[in-house]
């Protein structure tokens, strides 16, 4: 089965950028970063599915998915980051078009996440 390896996180003031990777094992098809406040429900952030790259309303402008197929790896480039930016990111991966790039139970393989913290 697939693995996949989420890094890149760390703290930084609002206005700062960071740069998330997810490395998998393997080759995959459609992939997204969702995020997870404490509290709250896991949210889709960003995804590549279907061929198009679709995006959350809050993060329209200042985030960009990208996907390198030769190296395997799915990235989440950050700029202009909001303190309400601060969650525990995760990368997932399917291969199958079930469900909306949202719908967090189509995923089958997630990574263990990594952490961003946004100060004010």
């Known amino acids: 089965q697939v693995q996949l390896v989420e890094s890149g996180g760390g703290s930084v003031q609002a206005g700062g950028s960071l740069r998330l990777s997810c490395a998998a094992s393997g080759a995959t098809y459609n992939m997204g970063w969702f995020r997870q406040a404490p509290g709250k429900e896991r949210e889709g952030v960003a995804g590549?599915?279907?061929?198009?790259?679709f995006y959350a309303d809050s993060v329209k402008g200042r985030f960009t998915i990208s996907k390198d197929n030769a190296k395997n790896t799915l990235y989440l480039q950050m700029n202009s980051l909001k303190p309400e930016d601060t969650a525990m990111y995760y990368c997932a991966a399917k291969y199958s078009f079930r469900g909306a790039w949202t719908d967090r139970e189509s995923y089958p393989y997630w990574g263990q996440g990594t952490q961003v913290t946004v100060s004010s």
């Open positions: 590549i599915y279907a061929g198009n790259t």
